[in-house]
């Protein structure tokens, strides 16, 4: 056959909605070749206008190009499968010498594809395969299972630890799409990936990045997306940093576009698998020529088809690779307006490194599953269950952290001296400071300085200071020679309720600071109600006591903290003025219950307890309808500042193993963040333990004023003491404030009792 340069023709031809308006724009007409050959024309039609079809028909026209014959492209502008058989039956009428088309629904484009065969014209397929027995005599493209597959194994690398994963896509009825899929799901077999139902956009731009952002908001685990079609990548990419979720929510796209490549140049796109689109047009073009001029046969095989497929072959990107591929187009010569001048990849952290210095060195917290015993019930316990498992889909080590709700801290004491004894004990558990000391004395806790000061794995200075000092220091044990053995969740304070209406009517502004005036005010509201209530509700248990005795200015831990003070100067005075308000009046002990009621009833103009009973006395000031206006504050004080009583339980890690012990750490600084903090506190009503977290509950303190007020207290905390007898010591206080009230000499009980309390100290110290 006699072959001649004609001018190359090709067209993007997009159609419009309108029915009028979908025959494609009529190509130039072709310089009229002789009358004895019929000019070669070839139809390449694609499926979606987007510049992944762009690089297609470049190819198309670098192919009709090269080899001399016409050739015309055209796409619909989204998915739309009626445009593609309508361009079908246009090419068919006009005689085309092939038609490649992609088809979007290979089913429903199949009768069409064999109306162009029956009449002579070579139909191939390119991109999306056809069906089974099809007329299409060979298919040019991906492998789209296998690429499915190896973009699925590359998000098994990615999320170690598994995750809920978004699938966007363009067509529910494309092969391709649905063959992507399946490999994926092939290639993270195995792994804890679950995968979400994908989300079809029918290759619509907007509509896939619509969806992108509601399956992200609709999964606040989100650990990653997959984009099986090139608009999938560029949307789940701007929904994620819409979300702020770069990094958190791993992202795996198909082929390599310009903002493709720039996803993964800007960290958003771990990896993508790149077609070789530009090659599908080019190979389409020239297949059909070499059917037209020698056969089908010779066609196929000088073009290497195996069983009907020419497979293109895939590169996988990551910003690791991303010079190399392009090294590699620019070699073969194929375009691209991207580029990587001025641009290096991140230095390629390695996830979970291990420390390569220090104590902690070598030691790999990798894949290390740490249960967590805690004492944390219902609305609670489902929060820590759906935190454990967002940090189990995301932390890069592949640490499984599994939280068992154990019972009452009691039960969890009885636990873990079983566990120690037979060295069965989990990777966390919770617990107070005594608590610690018995664990300790036993052998059974690590010592968490170890971890928090480590230069890979510890916290950083910034971090260290954002904790208030009070807290981190609690858990450090000087009769266990400054080892820390507990590091602080949340906390609760011993603050003093007033009630502010109250004390307006009777013509004070606002709530007492020093011990005088509280006295007064006490008095005032006692004489108010002449019938011996109406002042303050004198709680008599340990952690008042202790906190009277900060209030004034002392402590009842001896000075190194390894002994009891309760003798101390400032317990005396706060008790001779405790029993001075109860002897002229103004002060009582109320035994018959709660003192909430008693305080929302105006029998009490003051109480003191902890903050953890704010909600109480909310609902009992509502049960009786009362309008009061109340608040809380620092208990009244001989200080400058007000030093307050701060407690609460803390978590441990138990002495295992030290890769489970650092896991345990891993989770720990986690769940410590001070977002956490927050979302914590607003479930639980206690109080952060980092003053950033603090930051992040202005709109929970205008929903709770009483506890914005307590909130406020928390840089002046101190700490009762942290000893192994404290539980006991602490029935022993409550008896002996109680007999000073009852007259016993303050003095005299006060010695007794520290006598006691180090007694039993010792006692215990030495088993
Ligand atoms: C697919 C095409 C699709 C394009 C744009 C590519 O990944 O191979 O079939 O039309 O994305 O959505």
């Known amino acids: 056959?006699?072959?001649?340069?004609?001018?190359?023709?090709?067209?993007?031809?997009?159609l419009s909605m309108v029915v009028s308006a979908c025959a494609p724009k009529a190509a130039p007409t072709p310089t009229k070749p002789p009358e004895e050959a019929k000019p070669i024309k070839i139809v390449v039609i694609g499926k979606s206008v987007h510049p992944y079809?762009?690089?297609?028909?470049?190819?198309?026209?670098?192919?009709a190009k090269d080899l001399g014959v016409e050739a015309i492209f055209f796409v619909p502008p989204k998915e739309d499968v009626a445009a593609q058989i309508q361009t079908m039956e246009t090419y068919i009428a006009q005689g085309v010498t092939g038609i490649a088309i992609a088809p979007s629904d290979p089913n429903a484009l199949e009768p069409v594809m064999k109306k162009a065969a029956d009449a002579g014209i070579f139909v191939t397929t390119l991109d999306t395969p056809p069906i089974d027995g099809s007329v299409s005599l060979v298919y040019i493209g991906t492998n789209n299972y296998s690429a499915g597959k190896t973009a699925g194994e590359a998000m098994a690398k990615l999320l170690p630890g598994g995750g809920k994963v978004g699938i966007g896509r363009g067509s529910d009825t494309a092969l391709n799409a649905l063959q992507r899929t399946d490999g994926f799901l092939e290639g993270i077999k195995g792994t804890a990936i679950e995968t979400l139902e994908p989300v079809n956009d029918k290759e619509d731009a907007a509509t896939a990045l619509q969806l992108a952002n509601s399956v992200i908001s609709a999964n606040p685990n989100l650990a990653g997306a997959f984009g099986v079609y090139a608009y999938n990548g560029p949307a789940w990419a701007t929904a994620i940093k819409e979300a702020n979720a770069v990094g958190k929510i791993k992202l795996v796209s198909f082929d390599a576009t310009t903002d493709i490549i720039n996803g993964i140049k800007e960290g958003v796109i771990d990896a993508t698998v790149a077609q070789r689109e530009y090659d599908m047009g080019y190979k389409s073009v020239g297949i059909i020529k070499l059917m037209a001029e020698k056969g089908v046969d010779a066609a196929l095989s000088e073009m290497g088809a195996v069983e009907g497929i020419i497979d293109t072959g895939v590169d996988v990107i990551t910003a690791a690779t991303l010079k190399d591929y392009e090294a590699t187009l620019d070699k073969k010569g194929i375009p691209h307006e991207w580029d990587t001048a001025g641009w290096e990849p991140a230095k390629a952290v390695e996830p979970c490194a291990l420390a390569t210095e220090g104590p902690l060195a070598g030691v790999d917290p990798r894949g290390q599953a740490v249960?967590?015993?805690?004492?944390?019930?219902q609305m609670r316990e489902e929060w820590l269950l759906e935190k454990a498992e967002e940090f189990n889909t995301t932390n890069e080590c592949g640490i499984t952290v599994v939280p068992e709700y154990q019972g009452s801290y009691n039960d969890i004491r009885d636990k873990m001296n079983a566990g120690i004894a037979t060295g069965e004990l989990p990777g966390l558990t919770v617990g107070y400071q005594n608590d610690q000391a018995f664990y300790a004395l036993a052998g059974g806790l690590a010592d968490m300085n170890l971890y928090i000061d480590d230069p890979k794995w510890g916290l950083t200075a910034e971090e260290r200071a954002d904790f208030y000092e009070a807290f981190l220091q609690q858990g450090v044990h000087p009769a266990f020679g400054g080892q820390r053995l507990g590091f602080p969740p949340n906390r609760s304070i011993e603050v003093l309720f007033y009630n502010q209406t109250w004390l307006e009517e009777l013509g004070f502004d606002g709530p007492p600071t020093t011990p005088e005036e509280f006295r007064e005010m006490a008095c005032a509201a006692a004489a108010a109600n002449a019938d011996g209530t109406g002042g303050f509700i004198i709680n008599t248990e340990a952690s008042s006591l202790a906190a009277w005795t900060f209030a004034f200015g002392g402590d009842i831990s001896n000075e190194d903290r390894t002994g009891y003070m309760y003798n101390g100067q400032a317990t005396i005075d706060a008790l001779t003025?405790?029993?001075?308000?109860?002897?002229?009046?103004?002060a009582y002990i109320f035994t018959e219950g709660y003192p909430d009621p008693e305080f929302a009833a105006r029998r009490a103009s003051f109480t003191d307890g902890s903050s953890s009973g704010i909600p109480y006395y909310f609902s009992d000031m509502e049960t009786i309808g009362s309008t009061d206006v109340w608040g809380v504050t620092a208990i009244p004080h001989t200080t400058s500042d007000p030093v307050m009583n701060i407690y609460g339980g803390d978590i441990m890690i138990p002495a295992t193993t030290p890769e489970t012990q650092l896991a345990a750490w891993i989770f720990l600084q986690w769940f410590l963040s001070p977002e956490l903090q927050a979302e914590w506190d607003k479930i639980s009503g206690y109080f952060p333990t980092r003053a950033s977290a603090a930051g992040l509950l202005t709109d929970y303190v205008d929903e709770n004023p009483q506890w914005g007020q307590a909130l406020a207290l928390l840089p002046y905390g101190t700490y009762e003491p942290q000893l192994i007898s404290y539980q006991s010591v602490r029935d022993a206080a409550v008896q002996a404030f109680n007999e000073i009230l009852q007259g016993a000499d303050i003095k005299t009980t006060l010695d007794a009792l520290t006598k006691e309390a180090n007694e039993l100290q010792a006692e215990l110290m030495e088993e």
């Open 577 to 586: 003025f405790l029993k001075g308000m109860s002897d002229d009046g103004c």
């Open 53 to 63: 079809w762009s690089n297609v028909e470049k190819g198309t026209v670098a192919a």
């Open 371 to 377: 249960v967590w015993w805690h004492q944390h019930s």
């Open 1 to 14: 056959m006699k072959t001649r340069l004609f001018t190359i023709l090709a067209a993007v031809v997009v």
